[in-house]
């Protein structure tokens, strides 16, 4: 049986991970990925307006993974309006890169869920030495921290590189243009960062608990080949 102070890092652990697959789970349902303003442009121009003036210009747009809403403005009143990714938007969006961050999304729950059973395990019953042991606690939780990482990276490249905003303020647009004007992440993106440190701070507790890198090995010093020298 392990000793307390291995349960007790391994029951932290577990509960870490249990935060983090609930979270995961909460967060990719929620439209609080990205919120922020876009600006109406007419023809080929933007807007020139400043202060009072450009308020009635700018609408607001927040959206998460599979639903926003958005709020137009271009001088004549705010129209607001719903939106579904599935299957509205399919069309204007790289439907590829979004459905992949979903499946990185499924991923952390599912390895978080996974790591948290093992993590219970290892404090509480006994391990094998494959993937119920201690080499399953690195490699669940390690997957679990590029899943979390890769979801926020592909997320951004979403919204900067092929300019997300831009593509919802425009859909089924017929009179106007609208151009992103200010996005700042919202809650949910954070909160994958948050699982992201979570499981990088139980990778450390497994280091701290004595459990050793599993592709790491202790050099063996050569006692023979040392006493041989010694005697020329």
Known sequence: ????????IF?????????????AAV???????????????????????????????LGELSYGLFHGQRVKQC????????????????????????????????????????????FFFNAFGRPYKT?????????????????????????ASEVKLHHLSDRIANFN???????????SYDRSFWLFFLIFSLHGLNILFIRLAGIQFPFQKNKEVDMSGGAADLMY
């Open 1 to 8: 049986m392990p000793s307390r102070q291995k349960q007790l």
């Open 11 to 23: 029951s932290v652990c577990g509960i870490f991970g249990l935060s983090c697959a609930l979270t």
């Open 27 to 57: 967060a990719t349902g929620l439209p609080f990925w990205l919120n922020g303003t876009v600006l109406c442009r007419t023809g080929a121009d933007l807007v020139n307006a400043t202060g009072p003036e450009l308020n009635k210009f």
């Open 75 to 118: 001088g004549l009143g705010g129209r607001s309006s719903r939106f579904s990714f599935f299957p509205d938007l399919l069309s204007a969006i790289p439907a590829g890169l979004h459905v992949s961050i979903i499946f990185f999304c499924g991923a952390v729950i599912l390895f978080s869920s996974v790591a948290t059973g093992f």
């Open 131 to 155: 993937l119920q042991g201690p080499m399953g606690l690195y490699l669940w939780t390690i997957i679990c921290c590029l899943c979390s990482c890769l979801v926020m990276i592909l997320f």
């Open 173 to 183: 647009e017929v009179n106007f243009v609208y151009q992103a004007y200010s996005e």
